[in-house]
């Protein structure tokens, strides 16, 4: 208000002569609205004081904010979360955590153990054929980026998630291995993580929730060859006209 009253240089209602009416106050209020809006209010009394370069530049300035905001509501809210604009990179930042806890795992935990699950999706099976250079450039596996707190690692083939990870929790990263019911005993991950357990599903399926806080966690049981045999078992038990 006080810039924009500089800006514009109306004079007091006390030093025009011409007017009949008097204040020695500014001419240039401002007010703040509920929501985003300001309302700005101008007392002018002449054309000749507002055909001015200031006034055409506050009001250029003025149209454009009030442009800026009508585009956002017309935009599905939706659209315009972080973690649907930045996918990856809002997951690999430190923003979306639980306000006023203190995240005790380093980012290369998450880092890394998305590599490991990534070069296990995509390491061909034993015997699998080279893919033709005619056929289609899609990748076996995909990652989904788009949920807040949540990544999921599609196969091709499958309607569920092989993997998901949980990057959005201060205690540490926690992975989920969708596969078949049985697959696996609990002796088999007993040394996987800091933290496991095999949680039975209602559609046949098993899930093995493992968590991680250091990168060295990474390591303890050879959780590259557990992902290889995981990935196995579910590829094994994928209908033959899905997994073609």
């Known amino acids: 208000r006080d810039q924009l009253a500089v800006d514009l240089a109306l004079k007091p209602l006390n030093d025009l002569p011409e007017i009949e009416a008097y204040g020695s106050g500014s001419r240039v209020k401002c007010k703040n609205l509920r929501g985003p809006f300001q309302e700005v ?15 055409w530049s506050f009001l250029e300035k003025a149209v454009k904010g009030f442009n800026r905001f009508t585009q956002r509501v017309e935009q599905n809210p939706e659209d315009v979360m ?15 955590f639980a306000p006023g806890k203190k995240v005790e795992w380093p980012q290369e935990t998450l880092e890394e153990l998305l590599e490991l699950l990534e070069a296990a999706a995509n390491k ?20 989904l ?17 092989w993997a ?9 990263v926690d992975l989920s291995l969708h596969g078949p019911s049985g697959a696996f005993a ?36 050879d959780l590259k060859k557990f992902l290889a045999e995981h990935l196995a ?12």
């Open 186 to 221: 609990t002796g088999r991950i007993s040394s996987l993580g800091v933290k496991r357990l095999i949680q039975s599903a209602s559609d046949g399926y098993d899930a093995v929730k493992l968590r991680f806080i250091t990168p060295e966690d990474l390591q303890l049981g």
């Open 233 to 244: 078992a579910v590829q094994s038990a994928m209908p033959q006209t899905a997994a073609s």
């Open 41 to 55: 209010q101008i007392a002018a009394h002449s054309w000749e004081e507002i055909n001015t370069p200031a006034f």
């Open 164 to 172: 998901t990870v949980q990057t959005k929790r201060t205690c540490g």
């Open 124 to 143: 061909p099976s034993r015997g699998a054929t080279a893919p033709r250079e005619d056929a289609s450039n899609s990748s076996p596996t995909q990652f």
């Open 145 to 161: 980026w788009n949920n807040q707190q949540v990544v999921h690692l599609m196969i091709r083939g499958q309607r569920v998630p």
């Open 82 to 96: 972080p973690w649907k604009v930045l996918g990856r990179k809002w997951h690999l930042s430190r923003k979306g």
